[in-house]
């Protein structure tokens, strides 16, 4: 009984899908299994009711269940457009009343309805099969996808009128398909969705929650199948109400959302006020025009803005500037008003006990104001101050911390300064848009499990003291904490609860827990989209593979290159250890008065090592290799496709080391006689091939009798010889082998990558 019941249902949701009249019954698909689907489906069919393979269905199903969770949970914005979307719906409903376009696109699974009247009666249901033809009695298979609508109703009536004499024709569409478009690049969502037949590509935009806040509203690129890309300003729409380049959605499109390069803050007389998106050579006139225009009250003659000065890394500000000034390095717009009342000296505002305004000649620097302050739940290691030069032109914003003195003991206070001390809650600051920018470039992340924290912070800290600001639980996290700044890399062990730093950009402390569930992996190279990928723990090379895009033409797939990081700190304390040894061997056997012979080239071996190119795992981690879903990606790997290497390298102990182009006729001793021949310290016998790939395929006789072939990618190594008859460095050959393999494997790899 609860089958049929099951089966009624679902009959009905997969109707529901097929004609666009009303949304699917989500809770139920959940709930069902294959075979009822499977059933209600054959049921659909055989009443000529066109119904979506039954992978699709989850599809359709993440899509709208993914799309109501984030439009529900979102907050409004305050920069222009962002929540445009959030009142858009995302379903697969029927689009009412519209007629049908006659240059809608005929897609796979639409069905045409045609009726014969006059010397033939009759009614045919044509489905558009997975071929791309429908199949008409008596005129044979007719190719329909891509075709217009008003395209294919012509095509058709002409074969009727050849095939049938005195009959009236009447084409129309009884069913469309959902058109499949892929959303890729900063949308809340990213996927691939089925979208309304008729969505454009505002509308399919929406299917992914909308364009995140830090994506182009204004250069929203569509891709076609054959390459044409179009481009869209969102602005056309917004603020002009033009929606002619907001294009039609036709099956297989991509949506691609970049990063959007300019914010700039439009404030004070506008009637508008907000954050707009701003193009290269666009001028205030233009930010103003997106504000809607100045207010009645509105000062026109004095606009300031508020910009980026490279030259001295500085935020600064420039008073009186007319409407013909270009936005470059421009962080903030403030228009004037007749009404503004004049400015207090000295502001106090935030997690004070008496917030307001002081006598400016009572407290000359900031110290003395701290000090006789009394703070409410203040976030101590980030305040700011904002004031202007003493001709209240330049202003400058700074940013202090209470619990390290050095940061504000020698400041001096300025008429009209705005002191901001922040709530421990919240961690928030009523700022413009230029000090609001400096907070986030001081910023602290904290990783604590599976949770972050971004927490602004100068000056000094203790790791310490954010964890009992945040009570975060310790039990059960590794002792070791890493700490990252942008030119080091610190692993701390045991003792980092007690570690002091000093603020850096871009500072992070990761706690981890001994099981994380999510992994972050670089790919680099010829792919369409390479970067940082987040993925779970469990993942493997394949499934990189299927997030990355497309491989371009010149990817060179024999030399894919993968990297680790753990092998590579394995490395390097070989290396350090190997030095150690080398060095402690050198200096014992000169204070007993040992012949050491020449150890410039043993001394030189580990500086010549590039510690970028460490880390380097062998194997075949080609995308055509059918091994790839046993490759597991780990924390911290990079994988690099490089380009088509058409060389072969030789480096060693030869004359003159060399790069020459491959040809299929060279052979190992003849590409060393191009490279002058063998030094005299040549260790001829333990020659041996780095391929593309990262394998080493060793000497043998048959290397020299010509039997081993070469490949495009090769290198060559000739290694040192080891002098027998010195004591000394017979010695110290466990640690040259050591050495001159982590040498000419790194550089091997830095020979494919250069290419």
Known sequence: MIFKKNYLFLSLSLLSVCSFTQEIDQTLLSQLSLDEIEAAREVLESQNIIVPESQDIPEIEESLVSNITEIDGELSSDKFGYDFFSTMPTSL??????????????????????????????????????????????????????????????????????????????????????????????????????????????????????????????????????????????????????????????????????????????????????????????????????ALGFTQTANKSKISIAFLDLDNASIRNKNQVNLDEKLKNVLAVDVFSYLSANNFSLSVSGAVEEPGFYDLEKYKNLSDLIEDLEFIDVYPWLAVLEQFDEDDLIKSTILFNLNDRSTYQSIQLLPNSKVYFANVDDRSFPLEEEASRLIKEYSLILNHKNDSYTLPIIGKYSVKSFVDLLGLDMSDVDEVATYISPLDSIVVNDNFMNMNFIAKKYNTISFRAPVNDLISVKIEGAIDYPGLYT??????????????????????????????????????????????????????????GKDIGDISMLTA???????????????????????????????????????????????????????????????LESAINRAGGYQSYADKRRVYVIKANGLVEKNARNIFQGNSKLEPGDTIVVPTKINSNNTVIQSLAPVMQILSDLSFSAAALDNLTDN
């Not at 580990?606 to 995308?623: D, H, K, Q, T, V």
């Open 93 to 290: 409903s029927a689009v009412g009343d519209l007629p049908l376009p006659a240059d809608y696109r005929i897609s796979l699974r639409d069905q045409f309805r045609v009726i014969l009247t006059g010397s033939r009666d009759q009614i045919f249901n044509l489905n558009v099969n997975l071929d791309g033809t429908i199949l008409f009695p008596e005129l044979g298979s007719i190719y329909v996808v891509g075709l217009t609508f008003s395209e294919v109703k012509s095509k058709l009536s002409n074969l009727i009128n050849q095939s049938y004499i005195g009959v009236n024709i009447d084409i129309s569409l009884q069913n469309l398909s959902a058109k499949k478009v892929t959303i890729v690049g900063a949308v809340k969502t990213p996927g691939t969705y089925l979208v309304n037949p008729f969505s454009t590509i505002t509308g399919a935009l929406a299917y992914s929650g909308g364009i995140s806040e830090i994506g182009s509203l204004r250069n929203i690129k569509l891709i076609r199948n054959n390459g044409i890309v179009f481009s869209f300003d969102l602005y056309d729409l917004l603020i002009k109400g033009d929606r002619s380049n907001d294009l039609t959605i036709e099956a297989g499109d991509t949506i691609l959302i970049d990063a959007a390069s300019q914010f700039i803050e439009i404030r004070g007389a506008v009637n508008r006020p907000a954050t707009y998106e701003i193009l290269d050579g666009e001028k205030v006139n233009d930010i103003v025009n997106f």
């Open 535 to 592: 993925l779970r723990a469990d993942s493997t090379l394949e499934d990189l593979y299927k997030l990355v895009g497309n491989f371009k033409k010149e990817a060179f797939f024999d030399g894919v290159i993968l990297q680790r990081e753990s092998v590579r700190d394995r490395q390097l304390i070989a290396i350090k250890t190997s030095e150690a040894t080398l060095n402690k061997s050198i200096i014992a056997s000169m204070q007993q």
């Open 605 to 667: 071996l580990a500086e010549s090592i590039e510690p970028e190119n460490l880390g380097r795992i062998a194997g075949n981690f080609s995308p055509l290799s059918e091994s790839l879903s046993e490759t597991t990606l780990f924390e911290g790997d990079t994988v690099v496709i490089p380009k088509i290497s058409n060389v072969i390298n030789i480096i060693g102990a030869v004359l003159n080391p060399l790069a020459f182009e491959y040809s299929d006729e060279v052979r």
